[in-house]
């Protein structure tokens, strides 16, 4: 124990500090963080020394006793635990540089002296000491869920939590929450860190409020010394918690959602400058249904794949078969995430272009200004009506309505299919649940699953059978909707294609990015009538059917296929235009990040 107000002790105090520092500067040297032993930055990190030798010296305590337990807690999870693996796992290429982290370091430090000192004001005389401790107490806790959910996202994607991935945390509701917990992370994962979490909780109340401590005695010098240490590591968490995680992440994300918002309040503005191209040729009468798939990877669909061993697309295969229907074996989602790929899946906005999302149209808008009766039929949840898919694109429709159980069965949109009148000239957007997780949840019951009668796959990877099951009912519901229409509804013409695909290990996310999260089933039919209407439209889509697509240009293809180019279309970007043009060099996904020429299936692909 030093002795307060001694130079030796003070020397001491400070020497401590800057020894703790500096550990972490070498093992983030050893991480891989560049320039660490710059002396400009060692000399940076002296608010953090300052801030721990102050509190040191005030109270009497050197960091290594036993009362330090608690802010211990604190540093080693932002200190080393969460900024380790950003180091060492971070997304990029390049090794991150000092600066980048000097946050976590003065927020680690902060944290530390804050918990250290709300631990000792807990156990002395003064009267908010029951207030200090329960403070410390769901503090500690609210940092062990942020700690735990760190940490099991790196055991499932072996990487660090991005931004990207607090987008849809934000905007997910509980069925989301309990298909997540159950397809992705997994019993086997979740009940060990709930029952860690129990433990760590317990024993967190029991070094705080049962175990026996001495009462501690302040002068009055002590408490405004302790009252301004505690304001300034206050400060410092508030300063620099904003760029550690998880209020960095929090700030991107939102700051998206906003921009999400600002689009919607600028569209009436866009809406006016829309002009069709006089020289488009639009159908007269009939129907073009764009149906928007959810999570189907095209390399389990046995019409995309031939050498895949389940056929879930029996439909689909005949349809091939017949040369009816044009399939594109080369199409990429743009993100693979639901918000961020449909963001531009149904807007004008793509990777190519310098494109304000600001200045977004989307396909109804040039669908209304083309004079097609439009309509968006959801098996989503109403509360995406707050979403940018619900809020931008489907409350543009001319009837914009859900399902009556949201999430159920996709079947449910054949019925809302069934609403449209016959006769006049509509676009219709289905968007379906199709394959998203809870995989069992995505298909009737009593429905057959993939490999039930073989009992090696269902045993070996059951989670692939029931994602294949999913896909294999996705099929029999495009056949009840197409099959209708075409009867119906005068078909003229129908495009499915997914918002972006699925991994059997790592689901879809950023976190651990694979192509199978970006492969996605495209395709498209004409009828004869459309056909004969428009033939260098079904020529420039046939001739195209081996071309790499990323779904990023539905716009510009869907407007072709409506006849209803306009002065925000691009025929460079239309598979139904002999002008299409995506070389693989050029191609991208995940908003510009990632080239889909490093697709190992595109090894031979120009």
């Keep these: 124990r030093a002795t307060a107000g001694g130079i030796m002790d003070i020397f001491l105090s400070v020497v401590q500090a800057y020894m703790l520092i500096l550990a ?7 991480l891989g963080v560049s320039r660490v032993w ?41 200190g080393l635990i969460i900024s380790g693996i950003q180091i060492a ?8 540089e000092f600066p980048h982290l000097k946050s976590y370091l003065t927020v680690s430090s902060a944290g530390m002296v804050l918990f250290y000192l709300l631990s000792l004001i807990g156990r002395s005389s003064l009267r908010v000491s029951e207030i200090a401790l329960w403070s410390e107490f769901f503090g500690l806790l ?8 760190y940490v099991l996202y790196f055991s499932i994607y072996k990487t660090a939590f991005s931004a990207d991935d607090m987008l849809p945390i934000l905007q997910t509701h509980v069925s989301e929450v309990k298909g997540y917990i159950s397809d992705q992370i997994g019993i086997v994962r979740f009940l060990p860190a709930v029952l860690c979490f129990i433990i760590y909780g317990g024993w967190l109340f029991y070094i705080l409020f049962e175990y026996p401590h001495e009462t501690v005695f302040f002068t009055q010098a002590d408490r405004y010394g302790l009252l301004i240490t505690a304001l300034l590591s206050l400060y410092a968490l508030f300063r620099y918690g904003r760029y550690c995680y998880p209020f960095k992440e929090y700030t991107i994300a939102r700051n998206c959602i906003k921009a999400g918002k600002r689009i919607i309040d600028n569209h009436e503005d866009m809406l006016n400058k829309l ?56 199409a990429y989602s743009n993100f693979p995430q639901t918000t961020p790929a449909l963001s531009m899946y149904l807007t004008n906005v793509n990777q190519y272009e310098p494109i304000e999302e600001k200045s977004a149209i989307s396909v109804i808008d040039a669908a209304n200004k083309g004079g097609y009766k439009t309509y968006w039929f ?14 931008f694109v489907g409350s543009r429709a001319d009837l914009c309505r859900w399902t009556d159980i949201s999430e159920g069965d996709d079947l449910q949109l054949l019925e809302l299919l069934k609403t449209v009148p016959e006769g006049g000239k509509n676009f219709i957007v289905l968007h379906m649940m199709g394959s998203h997780m809870k995989y069992e949840e995505r298909v009737p019951e009593g429905f057959p699953e993939i490999g039930e009668k073989k009992e090696k796959i269902k045993n070996e990877n059951k989670k692939t059978a029931a994602y294949d099951t999913t896909l294999l009912y996705t099929d029999q519901v495009l056949q009840a909707v197409f099959e209708y229409a075409e009867k119906n509804l005068n078909l003229q013409a129908m495009i499915y294609c997914s918002d972006h695909g699925e991994d059997m290990e790592y689901g879809h996310g950023t976190g651990h990015f694979t192509y199978d999260m970006v492969r996605i089933p495209l395709w498209v039919y004409l009828s004869e009538d459309y056909k004969n209407t428009c033939p260098e439209r079904y020529e ?9 697509f990323t779904n990023d240009l539905m716009y510009d293809t869907v407007c072709g296929i409506l006849g209803t180019a ?7 970007y239309d598979l139904s235009d002999i002008a299409y043009d995506l070389p693989a060099d050029k191609a991208l996904t995940k908003h510009g990040k990632i080239k889909i020429a490093k697709d190992p299936l595109l090894k031979d692909i120009k």
């Excluded at 609210?142 to 959910?149: D, T």
């Excluded at 191209?277 to 149906?291: N, P, Y």
């Excluded at 959810?294 to 040369?323: Q, V």
């Excluded at 306009?566 to 460079?572: H, I, L, R």
């Design 275 to 330: 002009k069709l191209d006089e020289r488009a040729r639009d159908i007269k009468e009939g129907t073009v249904i764009l149906v928007i798939g959810e999570s189907a990877c095209r390399m389990h669909m046995k019409a995309f794949n031939p050498d895949y061993e389940e056929e879930t697309t029996p439909w689909l295969s005949k349809c091939k078969e017949t040369g009816r229907f044009e399939l594109f074996g080369n």
């Design 89 to 96: 796992y971070g997304i990029g290429e390049e090794p991150l």
């Design 540 to 548: 420039a889509l046939h001739s195209h059917k081996e071309a790499i």
């Design 566 to 572: 306009n002065n925000f279309y691009k025929k460079q």
């Design 142 to 149: 609210a940092g062990g869920v942020i700690l735990g959910s």
């Design 38 to 78: 710059n002396i400009r930055h060692i000399g940076g990190a002296a608010s953090a020394v300052l801030l721990i030798a102050a509190a040191e010296i005030l109270t009497g305590h050197l960091i290594f006793s036993s009362e330090w337990a608690t802010g211990w807690i604190f540093f080693i999870s932002w």
């Design 378 to 391: 959801s098996n989503h949840t109403k509360t995406g009506k707050n979403s940018f898919c619900a809020a």
């Design 24 to 30: 972490v500067f070498g093992i983030w040297h050893m």
